[in-house]
């Protein structure tokens, strides 16, 4: 199948003060994003896909000189999964991220200074409400669907919730209703190896003219970890030894410490991400709980979605498992909302909802089919 081919990503300049869950206030921001396919003539195809924590705007075909796909090029596209021959797909990076969209390394009107750890703390209800600005000035009344994979799923769940008539369709993958205690403490650590890095300068680093790379390497390390399953793990490197014997020393001996040094220096030096954005993408992931607002019932923070929802899970995903996605479908079932549930076999973690997979592609497409041709349908009726 074919790739949507050379891409670019556009900026939305926002001049209209975003109030945000923190309290402080943005004066004005941009937005990154990115589009795909083409919207209808009534404006009813579009699809907006939400990313993860370490994600962005670049979700599908190439940029101009570079040699790697957006992160979701294997969904996305003439032909694929989420079709861009037939749905309008746009996909923004994050308030607070670092590829293109206002964050912590952008400068600070204000002040002509970056932000650095100036820049407010986000949540989701923040992205939602930035990416409602781009709804609007895309000229879409209603999203056809909102698709997101584990924080990009927590988001899906926010518009749900936040703007229940501008969404008809909600996917959410590999998520949870909100964070467990062992989730918020996996990022404390990440966040401290990035924060007592010397290099860090209490996040005035690029004024510095450092990064904190150890401190970030190690935090993807951690994170990357707990992407991938044990049985995984098992297959790909066992107690495989790099050169063949132990050396007895704390160098690399194992092919499993090469794989997650390597994974966390790509992170920290080829992919540059600002450490002070994975700082507060995991504080927004620990923030998520919208059941808070509803004396902690999830049925209650539910009650108002009126958007049909698909909910998927995969087996051996610990980090987001199964049962927390049960969580979501129960609370949805109690309102009497219509809502599909599948449960995915697969040997990859936390990370099969980025990978592919025969039953998990045949689900998606199944749902997003029917959705295509319940907007046909809807069209036909409209125009009689």
């Not at 979701?72 to 991220?97: A, E, H, R």
């Not at 204000?110 to 820049?119: I, S």
């Not at 059941?291 to 998927?312: C, G, M, P, R, Y």
């Not at 049962?323 to 079932?333: N, Y």
């Amino acid at each position: 199948m074919k790739s949507v081919g050379i891409v670019s990503s556009q900026t939305l300049h926002v001049s209209t003060p975003l109030n945000m869950v923190c309290g402080s206030v943005l004066p004005e921001y941009d937005i990154a994003y990115e589009t795909y396919g083409s919207l209808d003539a009534e404006k009813s195809n579009a699809i907006l896909i939400c990313h993860a924590l370490s994600g962005h705007q670049h979700v599908a075909g190439f940029h101009e000189g570079n040699k790697n796909p957006g992160w979701w090029d294997d969904y996305i596209g003439p032909g694929k999964v989420i079709d861009t021959n037939q749905f309008f797909v746009v996909c923004s990076n994050n308030l607070g991220g670092c590829h293109g969209s206002s964050g912590p390394a952008s400068t600070n009107p204000e002040t002509g200074k970056v932000y650095g750890p100036d820049f407010p703390i986000v949540t989701c209800k923040d992205w939602v409400n930035s990416q409602n600005e781009l709804r609007q000035h895309l000229g879409i009344d209603a999203w056809s669907a909102i698709i997101g994979g584990s924080m990009g799923g927590m988001q899906v769940m926010q518009w749900a919730i936040d703007f229940p008539d501008k969404i008809k369709h909600a996917i959410v993958i590999a998520s949870a209703p909100k964070l467990s205690a062992q989730n918020i403490a996996f990022n404390e650590v990440a966040r401290r190896a990035i924060m007592t890095d010397p290099e860090f300068h209490d996040g005035r680093f690029i004024e510095a003219g450092t990064t904190p790379k150890r401190g970030l390497a190690l935090a993807r390390m951690l994170g990357h970890l707990t992407y991938l399953s044990d049985d995984l793990m098992g297959t790909k490197f066992g107690r495989e030894l790099r050169e063949g014997k132990l050396n007895y020393n704390f160098e690399v001996e194992f092919q499993v410490e090469s794989y997650l040094r390597y994974q966390g220096e790509k992170f920290a030096t080829k992919q540059n991400f600002d450490a002070n954005t994975y700082l507060l993408m995991t504080k927004a992931l620990d923030y998520f709980d919208p059941a808070s607002e509803f004396d902690d019932d999830l049925t209650k923070a539910l009650s108002s979605a009126t958007a049909k929802f698909l909910v998927i899970a995969f087996t051996t995903d610990w980090r987001f498992s199964p049962e927390r996605s049960h969580e979501i479908v129960k609370a949805l079932l109690d309102n009497d909302a219509d809502v599909s549930y599948a449960e995915i076999e697969s040997s990859h973690g936390h990370d099969a909802f980025l990978l592919p997979n025969e039953h998990y592609e045949e689900v998606f497409r199944t749902y997003l089919s029917q959705v295509v041709q319940k907007d046909l349908t809807a069209k036909g009726e409209q125009d009689v």
